[in-house]
Each structure stands twice: as C-alpha cells, then as structure tokens.
C-alpha cells in the first residue's frame, strides 16, 4: 500500500476512511463474516495516465457500462472481510480500471497479485449505481452495502415494506433523520444478491432524491461523498430502525413527529 500511495497521494485520505469504516462496521456487527461491501470512484486522483499498469486479462462485464469508460474504482474484494480489509487493504480490495468501451475491466491494483482474486460479488449494483450518479451529475462518489441489524429487522415486518411507510416510520423517530435522510429510504424487494435484478431494483429505488435504499431481508444501500458520509448516514438510519422497534416492544408509538413538524425540519435546515 505505501508503494500506491507514493505513486498516488491523493488516494491516502479516502484509503485511510475506508480502513476506519471497515472498523466501524465490524465492531457494530454490520459485516459479519464477508458481509458487505464497498466502492468509491477514485477518478479524480488516478488520471488517464495513472503511474502503474493493469495486469491479468480484461473480464468482461455483463453489459456495457459507456458512462463509466476508462473510470478508476477502489472496490473491496468478493469473499473478503470488512475486518481484515482494515488491516490490509492490499489484500483485500483492489483499484479495478474500467475499458474505453465500457465492456470489460481488469485490475490496477490490489488483490497482491491473486489470480483468483475478484471484485466483489454485487459489482453490478456497484457500477449501476456510479452510472446513476454520474448521468444526473450527483457529487456522491462512494457507495456502501452493509448490513445494519435494526433495519433488516424492519424490512421483515409489512408495515414497513414499501418506501413511503418506511421513510415516514424513520423520520417519525426523531429530527435528525429528516436533515441527514430528506430524500428518506427506498424500498428494494428481494432479489438475488449480486445480480442484475437487484441491481435495475436498486437505481429504481433510488430515484432523485434518495442516498439510501433498503434491501428486503438482506440490508442498506448507501451513497455518499465520502466514505465517512455513507457511514454516518448508514449510522444514523440504523439508529432510527433500532428507535422504531423498541417503540413497538414498549406498546407503539404516541404520536412520532408530525408532518407539519417535518416540514419545519426541513424549512428550518434546508433540505
């Protein structure tokens, strides 16, 4: 790792964010064993003519990406483990660099040279979900899957199986979810982890306003400009699920905030 960081500096902050959320995420219980996983766009420090090869054979992708030709993604590794990734990100992630025709990518970076090393298992959602933030011109550059007990908790319960019901549930908790989740939570309904099936669901689910989406039975979407971002949001989302089950075990909510009051949030804090 310190070689890549001599060739590129500017890759030390966002390495270093992402080997403290690693952390975060394994001591909350969120990346159980090889759960979760993570992607940040890292174009804006690894140019055109960035100061190391690819190697190994280009793999093909299950379809065209154009938006994202020639773009450089640090992507954590299929089978990996968020706690070991802390400690070496070497080993367990990689910079992968897509073709100029959006059809393939091959490895930068990463992996310490395994051949059988791979990138991990919900790519396509990955680069789905970067082709969706670049056509709409969205600054987020980071997207993270993990798997926050209280939330998938809550995708099992049908009163909350749809966006609206969820959203509404999230911000009745308390102020901060309104200003840090305006947009509120999207809703996916189960599909098949790491296919092309999720991954339509998820963009769908996002729409315009969104920076996170529910995974039903399986966990959260987030987007973020930086890691730590996608972190807290996760963070503070999870703390609103815990918030709307506890409040169900101790006999249901008395009022929650209401509408009015949620959108005096959102006058009061602009968003």
């Not at 975060?24 to 100061?51: K, Q, T």
Request: aromatic share 8%; net charge negative.
């Amino acid at each position: 790792m310190d070689k890549l960081i001599s060739l590129c500096p500017g890759l030390e902050g966002p390495l270093e964010d992402m080997r403290e959320a690693a952390r975060y995420l394994w001591e909350r219980g969120w990346a159980e064993a090889n759960g979760g996983n993570l992607s940040v766009d890292i174009g804006g420090w690894l140019p055109e003519d960035a100061p190391f090869a690819g190697f190994g054979e280009w793999q093909s992708l299950p379809q065209a990406y154009p938006e994202l030709a020639g773009r450089y993604y640090l992507v954590s590794g299929s089978g990996r483990r968020f706690r070991d990734f802390a400690r070496k990100p070497e080993e367990n992630a990689c910079i992968l660099r897509i073709a100029p025709d959006g059809r393939a990518f091959r490895r930068q970076w990463g992996g310490c040279g395994d051949p059988a090393f791979r990138p991990t298992s919900e790519l396509p959602s990955h680069l789905a979900m970067h082709r969706f933030l670049r056509q709409r011109g969205k600054a987020e550059t980071v997207i993270l899957h993990t798997h926050p007990t209280e939330l998938i908790a809550l995708s099992h319960l049908a009163d909350f199986r749809d966006a609206e019901s969820l959203s509404r549930a999230l911000w009745a908790t308390m102020p901060e979810i309104k200003v840090c989740a305006p947009g509120g939570v999207g809703w996916a309904a189960y599909a098949c982890p790491g296919s092309e099936e999720l991954a339509r669901a998820t963009v769908e689910a996002f729409g315009q306003s969104r920076q996170a989406v529910l995974w039903e039975m399986h966990g959260l979407v987030a987007t973020g400009r930086d890691v730590m971002g996608a972190f807290d949001l996760i963070d503070v989302l999870n703390k609103a699920a815990k918030l709307v089950l506890l409040i169900k075990m101790t006999g249901g909510m008395h009022r929650g905030i209401r509408e009015a009051e949620l959108d005096e949030l959102a006058r009061a804090f602009g968003v």
